[in-house]
């Protein structure tokens, strides 16, 4: 089975500054990673994703994300947010091959403030 | 290439009423999955569909179950609802079983009362 912690449940930062969400999960398996972006009353948008090779992914809107096998942990970051970033961040997993089930985290909430 | 799409955007049903909701996948992707999004949570996986047969289920009762068609839409359909069974409602499409991504719809607001 798998799992997702996404530790923090809110994160406050002030416009320009940089972030980091945190994410850490568990499986007995190789797994692929996520991480998607939700707007209020809005569907999920995919930010970015690991698969295999490079350990640090590059995602849409200025995100990346590096993935420690060692530290079951794929921590997304940004180096400047804007006040567009304000939204819900969700991290998740998919195991390899078999049908697709992809498991997610709780979510972090990251409030811009101007 | 549309994306996926949903209907309705939101629906109120009455405690022990029947409801089907609706998933266009996007152009090409034969997968569909079903995510049930509670306030204040992740999305939990419901079911997956591939070429017309569910072949994945999460924890769910029976009461949850679904369809899916030639032309790879597909339904949700939920039984006996309970006030528990207000959420949005996601479906996400993928290009072929297997491939880890999803495109996800909007959703559908669901609300029991």
């Known amino acids: 089975a798998q799992s997702v912690t996404q530790l923090d449940s809110q994160v406050p930062v002030f416009e320009e500054a940089p972030v980091e969400l945190r994410c850490n999960y568990s499986?007995?398996?190789?797994?692929?990673l996520f991480w998607y972006v939700q707007y209020p009353n809005q569907g999920l948008q995919l930010l970015l994703k690991y698969l295999s090779g490079s350990t640090l992914v590059k995602g849409i809107n200025g995100f990346e994300a590096e993935f420690n096998k060692s530290q079951t942990s794929f921590h997304l970051r940004k180096p400047s947010v804007h006040i567009s970033d304000t939204a819900e961040y969700f991290c998740a997993v998919s195991d390899l091959g078999g049908y697709q089930k992809v498991t997610f985290g709780t979510g972090t909430k990251l409030q811009v403030i101007p | 290439e549309t994306g996926v799409t949903q209907s309705p955007t939101h629906l109120i049903k009455t405690r022990g009423q029947q409801v089907t909701l609706r998933c266009s996948s996007q152009?090409?992707?034969?997968?569909v999955s079903w995510y049930q999004q509670a306030l204040g949570q992740g999305p939990q996986f419901i079911f997956q569909?591939?070429?017309?047969?569910?072949?994945g289920r999460g924890n769910f009762p029976p009461r949850f179950s679904g369809l899916q068609f030639p032309n790879y839409s597909s339904e949700l359909n939920v039984n006996a609802l309970e006030l528990d069974d207000s959420a949005l409602y996601l479906c996400?499409?993928?290009?072929?079983?297997?491939?880890?991504?999803?495109?996800f719809g909007q959703g559908t607001r669901l609300t029991v009362v």
């Open positions: 499986s007995s398996v190789s797994v692929y």
């Open positions: 569909y591939y070429r017309e047969e569910e072949n």
């Open positions: 152009s090409g992707h034969n997968t």
């Open positions: 996400a499409s993928s290009p072929q079983q297997g491939l880890p991504e999803a495109f």
